[in-house]
């Protein structure tokens, strides 16, 4: 992990006030298995920075509350000793302290809940008061029509009208039926936390786990919200292996590559008229932001 500077002055555009008298800030970031996870590439993001910032349990919300176990069944494993044990399904919350930054981050990870859906976000947001949280970032991924050889966009949106105005960020248009992204963002909304959603596209006709690519566009776009420099690892070569075996596949059936290159042709076309001087600058300003420039100070993109 690297250290991360802000020589620029570029941290009035992150989702997070990064110095604030010495203050830290404590971001909530979450994501759930199910509807509103598609490849499991939102819930595996939260595994990832789990992993990366060495996060610690500290709390499990009780699963006979939330959950219709003949519909999201328990699981029995063998463990690394031969022991058979029972993993119940359930939300469970950890802490950690970013490297590098003044920031906390409160991760929640779980499936989404079979019912009392708005005790449910109530419980994690009381918990979320109690450990200091000012700010929410959701995680999701849903099935779209976009070509696994183009960059996979990530929506972010947000419904405080702030936010909208700092980030240059959108509402939300979506109209229909929702998940518990959807009711937490919602919540916390009435609740009087900021909060910004991050919807990761995977294509439909390989939707199946994991999407390491999707998974990837994710902790970019975490990344530039907080100005917290991630390291990726493996998961680069995962996504370019993922993409790689795609390929071999589609190439077997010719209905499939003949779909892949109208959404190759479509995504291109669309991206024609974005393809400004400004917007050129823009992206590699980004780049150079993401793998450091300069004064031996690499950091974060902040866009």
Request: glycine fraction near 8%; proline fraction near 8%; charged fraction near 25%.
């Amino acid at each position: 992990m690297e250290n991360f500077d802000d020589p620029e002055g570029l941290q009035d555009e992150a989702f997070l006030p990064l110095h604030q008298g010495g203050k830290r800030s404590t971001v909530l970031i979450a994501a759930f298995e199910g509807w509103n996870d598609a490849g499991e590439a939102a819930s595996d993001t939260i595994k990832f920075l789990s992993k990366a910032w060495h996060a610690r349990k500290v709390s499990v919300l009780e699963p006979d509350d939330y959950y219709d176990f003949q519909f999201t069944r328990p699981t029995v494993r063998t463990t690394g000793s031969g022991e058979r044990r029972l993993r119940w399904p359930g939300t469970r919350i950890h802490q950690a302290s970013i490297p590098g930054v003044p920031v906390d981050a409160i991760l929640v990870s779980g499936v989404e809940p079979s019912y009392r859906w708005r005790a449910f976000t109530a419980e994690i947001l009381a918990q979320a008061e109690e450990l200091g949280v000012d700010r929410v970032v959701l995680l999701g991924a849903l099935l779209a029509d976009v070509p696994h050889t183009r960059p996979l966009p990530v929506t972010v949106t947000t419904d405080d009208r702030a936010l909208q105005e700092r980030l240059n960020l959108e509402p939300s248009t979506y109209q229909g039926p929702t998940g518990i992204v959807g009711v937490f963002a919602e919540v916390a909304r009435l609740a009087g936390l900021p909060a910004i959603s991050l919807w990761a596209t995977v294509p439909h006709y390989v939707a199946q786990s994991p999407s390491p690519k999707a998974q990837l566009a994710l902790l970019h776009r975490i990344e530039e919200l907080l100005q917290v420099p991630l390291d990726p690892g493996d998961l680069v070569e995962d996504a370019e292996a993922w993409e790689r075996g795609v390929d071999e596949l589609s190439s077997e059936d010719p209905d499939i590559a003949g779909y892949v290159r109208q959404l190759e042709e479509a995504t291109d076309t669309a991206e024609l008229p974005e393809a400004s001087g400004e917007s050129i600058a823009r992206e590699f300003e980004r780049y150079l932001r993401r793998r450091g420039k300069g004064n031996g100070h690499p950091h974060a993109d902040p866009s």
